[in-house]
C-alpha cells in the first residue's frame, strides 16, 4: 500500500529535544519532495520545512530556523525532522507530505498552481507535545 507514516513524537520538556521520521511505503522518496507541516489545537496547517526533489536543498519557517533540520536518507525511504530547543509553541501534530512535481521555498511544499488536488501524498501525522 501506498502510504506515508510519521513516528517520533511524543512528550518532551522545552528545550528538549526530538526526532520525527517520515517513512514511505511502496514507492521511492528520492524522486519526490518532502515537507513538514504541523497544525496546533485550533489553529490552521502550517509548513515547517522542506526538501527538494530535484538538488536536496532545504527550507524552513522563520520561527523554525536554527532549531530544526531536515534531511533525507535515501537508503531507509525516510526524511527526518531534527528538532532541538523546543518550545511550548512547537506543540502540535506533524505531518509530512511528498510531491514529485512540488516546489520547496518558504520552508513550504507547494504544489504546481495549475493542480487543484493539492500534493501527492501525506501522513497521518504524529502528536508532539513540548510541556513541563
Known amino acids: 500500500q501506498v502510504q506515508l507514516v510519521e513516528s517520533g513524537g511524543g512528550l518532551v520538556q522545552p528545550g528538549g529535544s526530538l526526532r520525527l521520521h517520515c517513512t514511505a511505503s511502496?514507492?521511492?522518496?528520492?524522486?519526490?519532495?518532502v515537507g513538514w507541516f504541523r497544525q496546533a489545537p485550533g489553529e490552521e496547517r502550517e509548513g515547517v520545512s522542506c526538501?527538494?526533489?530535484?538538488?536536496?536543498?532545504?527550507s524552513y519557517v522563520d520561527s523554525v530556523r536554527g532549531r530544526l533540520t531536515i534531511s533525507k536518507d535515501n537508503a531507509k525511504n525516510t526524511v527526518d525532522l531534527q528538532m532541538n530547543s523546543l518550545k511550548p509553541e512547537d506543540t502540535a501534530v506533524y505531518y509530512c507530505?511528498?510531491?514529485?512535481?512540488?516546489?520547496?521555498?518558504?520552508?513550504?511544499?507547494?504544489?504546481?498552481?495549475?493542480?487543484?488536488?493539492?500534493?501527492?501524498?501525506w501522513g497521518k501525522g504524529t502528536l508532539v507535545t513540548v510541556s513541563s
Open positions: 507530505a511528498a510531491d514529485r512535481v512540488a516546489s520547496c521555498y518558504g520552508g513550504l511544499l507547494r504544489p504546481p498552481r495549475s493542480r487543484t488536488t493539492g500534493l501527492d501524498y
Open positions: 511502496e514507492f521511492s522518496l528520492d524522486f519526490y519532495g
Open positions: 526538501i527538494s526533489s530535484t538538488d536536496g536543498s532545504t
